[in-house]
């Protein structure tokens, strides 16, 4: 098998045809031989049969009469002419086993004495036997008279006569065999050479495609294989024709590779955002252009390998998605990421899916926001302070109530040291009770005022409408009171948490309360058809959705504002009053924690702000507080 698989292809075409032409033509001869000696073996079986039986037609008077000489005679014969060839020898027995006549010259021979006495006579058989070192079909055939048996002939067929036309046809057959195997011979070396030819050129590209020169086929190169073909129109042809088309397309294709290659690697190292190739799986980073180096101060060794989570608070779930097809997918905005030093930076992180040295991999671009981050906090904090400063005279009230009982119970226990009067203990203990009330109070409400003006940081937590609700009502709530509107709360307790953060979620509360407020004092100061406004804030859960509403009766919207009413710098306000960064600042806000926020207006009636937010899964808050749902302030 070594041997064959070192000769060339023609050569193995060559020897397998002729190999294949002799093995049927030897086994053709075989069954050829068997069949003729099955078929001469039952001829004679046949004949040795027919001369038994015409012999015993003759034979059955002398049996009963037992006279030898006839008997022995009709045994000779039956061995005259062509018979001789062919019956060894020819005997005649009675029912007993007796031989009355026979032709043997020169003895009988002792196992056919046996082959008599133990053989049924009523039946007619065929015994391959050896008599006098000669094989033999003994044949018996019962002699009847009416029906009984009087005796049998039995002949025996000699087999060498067989032998002899097998002999005979042994040369036919090999001279068959040499006259097909000289002219397969030439027939399977010019199909070897016929097959093998364009093959052999066909061999000769590919080599030279395989060190990368697909310039190979031209115009000579096609000339020279169609030479080859010799005017062919068979599946050689056809294979020649694809293998040139399969060059053409491959050379293309291998352009546009290379021009794809030189793109991705421009892209991926001189790209202005960080790259990673992350596995599809694990999110084990497997490659990382400078730019993602330069950004969070890792050397290239230290980020292969090492987890693409670990670098930031992303989960893993953000990537488990289908991706389009040559499409990226915004994974994430606003994600804040670490350096290797402790510092941080904000990204927006883009994704796709990829295949990567034969790997399953997803192509991650994260954008670096930190400085639009930035000036989005100050944004957002400069609108915290002119709120806050527009409700300067209110807070001040707000604060100088408990200043002044402070202020009352003080001069109380001055006047009563001065007129050296004694205080009684009751009344003491209820004056310093009341005094260290107020200064609670007075703290409480410059925590708030604190907490509520402290720039926001963007990290997302786990907090509950609810207190970012009732937090914006102690900050604000006495004072739109005191301009005559009614603030009510509809509070849906308990309620699912939702991932934001308590200090901006308090900014869009304020935000758009004030807004409300403001609508109400204008109509109540233009259209003064209203006596009494109304702010209500509800919360509610619905379908895994925590939702937020802001309704009030004021001035409302007219519809061609509608449109515009989140896009910066616009405003309904005068000159001065607003500069219209109130709405985009909440959308934006709103947009962070993956909500929606939409408006609904009656012009001269009432406005509606809704928001909804994806509820945490499970999580559930119930408040205790003195407060009742819809209770009016």
């Not at 031989?33 to 046949?46: F, G, P, Q, V, Y």
Request: hydrophobic fraction near 40%.
């Amino acid at each position: 098998m070594s041997f064959f698989n070192e000769l060339t292809l023609k050569n193995k075409i060559f020897i397998s045809c002729l190999g294949f032409t002799l093995i049927v033509s030897v086994l053709i001869a075989l069954f050829t031989r068997a069949l003729l000696i099955s078929s001469l073996t039952n001829e004679l079986k046949k004949r040795g049969v027919g001369i038994a039986q015409s012999v015993a037609d003759g034979s059955r008077v002398f049996i009963l009469t037992k006279n030898r000489a006839e008997l022995t005679a009709l045994a000779y014969d039956a061995r005259l002419g062509n018979r001789k060839d062919i019956v060894r020898y020819l005997l005649i027995s009675d029912k007993a086993g007796m031989v009355l006549g026979h032709t043997f010259t020169t003895g009988f021979p002792d196992n056919l004495k046996k082959q008599i006495e133990q053989g049924d006579h009523d039946v007619q058989s065929i015994t391959p036997i050896q008599v006098d070192n000669h094989w033999v079909f003994h044949v018996s055939v019962p002699v009847k008279e009416g029906i009984y048996t009087i005796g049998s002939v039995q002949v025996g067929l000699d087999r060498q006569h067989i032998e002899s036309l097998i002999s005979r046809l042994r040369l036919v057959f090999l001279s068959f065999l040499s006259v097909v195997s000289i002219i397969f011979f030439f027939l399977s070396h010019r199909l070897a050479l016929h097959i093998t030819k364009p093959v052999a050129a066909l061999i000769r590209y590919t080599d030279q495609l395989t060190k990368s020169n697909f310039s190979v086929i031209s115009k000579e190169d096609v000339d020279t294989m169609s030479r080859d073909l010799g005017g062919r129109d068979d599946e050689i042809a056809a294979l020649t024709n694809s293998f040139i088309k399969m060059t053409a397309k491959l050379k293309l294709s291998t352009d546009n590779l290379m021009e794809s290659q030189k793109k991705y690697r421009s892209l991926f190292h001189s790209g202005p955002n960080a790259i990673f190739v992350i596995h599809k799986r694990r999110f084990e980073i497997m490659d990382a252009n400078p730019k993602a180096t330069e950004l969070f101060g890792y050397e290239g060794d230290e980020l292969i390998g090492r987890s693409l989570l670990s670098l930031g608070t992303l989960e893993d779930d953000k990537f488990t998605r289908t991706y389009p097809v040559g499409e990226s997918v915004v994974i994430s905005s606003k994600v804040r990421f670490f350096k290797k030093d402790g510092g941080s930076v904000f990204v927006n992180i883009h994704a796709s899916s990829a295949e990567y040295r034969d790997k399953d991999v997803i192509i991650v671009a994260a954008t670096d926001i930190t400085e639009l981050v930035e000036k989005d906090s100050q944004l957002i904090q400069a609108s915290k302070m002119t709120n806050l400063e527009k409700m300067s005279v209110g807070i001040a009230h707000e604060i100088n109530q408990p200043l002044n009982a402070i202020k009352m119970g003080s001069e109380y226990l001055c006047m009563m040291d001065e007129q050296k009067r004694a205080v009684k203990p009751a009344d003491f203990k209820m004056v310093l009770t009341q005094i260290s009330s107020q200064v609670t109070r007075a703290a409480e409400i410059v925590g708030r005022l604190k907490n509520f003006s402290r720039k926001a940081d963007f990290s997302r937590e786990v907090i509950c409408l609810n207190h970012c609700v009732r937090s914006v009502h102690k900050i604000i709530g006495r004072q739109i009171t005191l301009q005559n509107i009614d603030f009510i709360l509809c509070l849906d307790d308990p309620l699912p948490n939702i991932l934001a953060h308590n200090n901006r979620m308090e900014q869009v509360i304020f935000n758009l309360v004030t807004n409300a407020r403001d609508a109400v004092n204008e109509r109540v100061e233009t259209r003064m058809d209203i006596h009494q406004g109304k702010i209500e804030i509800s919360t509610f859960f619905d379908d895994q959705m925590v939702g937020l509403t802001i309704a009030d009766n004021g001035i409302g919207i007219e519809p061609d504002q509608m449109e515009n009413i989140f896009e910066s710098f616009f405003t309904t306000k005068k000159m001065g009053e607003g500069l219209g960064l109130g709405l985009p600042i909440i959308q934006g806000i709103v947009r962070d924690y993956n909500g929606s926020i939409s408006v609904e207006s009656t012009p001269g009636s009432h406005t509606r702000f809704q928001i909804v937010f994806p509820a945490q899964p499970y999580i559930f808050v119930k408040e205790s507080t003195n407060e009742n749902t819809g209770h009016r302030r």
